[in-house]
């Protein structure tokens, strides 16, 4: 069977100098995702956050099939347009311009994406929408959607919209799910609408709408449970099959 290149986008991980070493800045990201993408029939390649030309971005998108936008540390509110609030993390604004360009690229191209966590979060911003900075702060009675469990397993509900394609894709109308995040969708940028939302209305699902444009997007981590769990491996499987066709 072929299998597809699915391209991973990483984070960058800036070493704290010791005294005595030089400080080193290195890439990746945990390897449940590249694990959960070769368990789907893909072929993980993980794209660096150091691209400078928007020709070497576009050479690796046509040669891949599809596009994996993984998690990582907080988009740089001035990105859409914000101001940054004090809970707001170390930002990475060179890894954001690289996977606004990646997601405009593979719409372009017509490759699948799916977005998990981050990834959710900065397709909405690519496609103009904007985010909550921190749910704690900025949502009134909101539950808690930073308290993983020690195995990875589920703690919040959320329902999937009725005819939505995460509907199709999962085949039920509700998920339990793993959940560690501070921030999420807040503006849907037009041409996403939203797919799954937490009990405290926080958006926990988005996905584009229009002939032919292949987006899902999810906020919680079910490459940290596609091993055991089939809902969450038929994301990565449905990122294969579109990627495929
Ligand atoms: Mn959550």
């Known amino acids: ?23 080193m800045v290195l890439a ?7 694990r959960a993408v070769e368990a789907a ?5 993980l794209l660096p956050p150091s691209i400078t030309s928007r020709a070497t971005l576009e050479a690796a998108a046509r040669s891949a099939q599809g596009v994996l936008l993984t998690g990582g ?9 914000a101001d940054p609030l004090p809970p707001v993390g170390l930002t990475d604004p060179e ?3 690289i996977e606004i360009d990646l997601v405009s690229l593979a719409e372009t191209l017509g490759r699948p994406l ?13 496609l103009g929408g904007t985010l909550i900075q921190d749910i704690p702060t900025q949502v009134p009675g909101a539950i808690q959607h930073r308290g993983r469990a020690l195995d ?28 560690n995040h501070h921030q999420a969708a807040a503006d849907v940028a037009r041409g996403l609408r939203v797919s799954a939302t937490a009990r405290d209305g926080v958006i926990e699902g988005l996905e584009a709408v229009g002939d032919g444009r292949r987006i899902l997007a999810v906020q919680w981590h079910p490459e940290e449970t596609a091993a055991r769990d089939r809902a969450s491996a038929a994301l990565f499987r449905w990122l294969i099959a579109e990627a495929l066709s």
């Open 114 to 126: 799916l977005g998990i966590c981050r990834g959710l979060q900065l397709i909405n911003v690519a």
């Open 28 to 34: 990746g990201c945990p390897l449940d995702y590249p």
């Open 95 to 97: 890894r954001d311009a």
């Open 1 to 23: 069977m072929n299998k597809p290149i699915i391209l991973i986008t990483v984070e960058r991980i800036n070493l704290a100098a010791k005294a005595d070493e030089v400080q």
């Open 41 to 45: 029939g893909g072929v993980p390649l």
């Open 152 to 179: 990875k397993t589920p703690i919040h509900a959320a329902r999937i919209e009725p005819g939505t394609k995460l509907e199709a894709v999962l085949e039920t109308s509700e998920l339990h799910v793993n959940s």
């Open 73 to 81: 540390g907080d988009v740089a509110p001035l990105t859409y347009g």
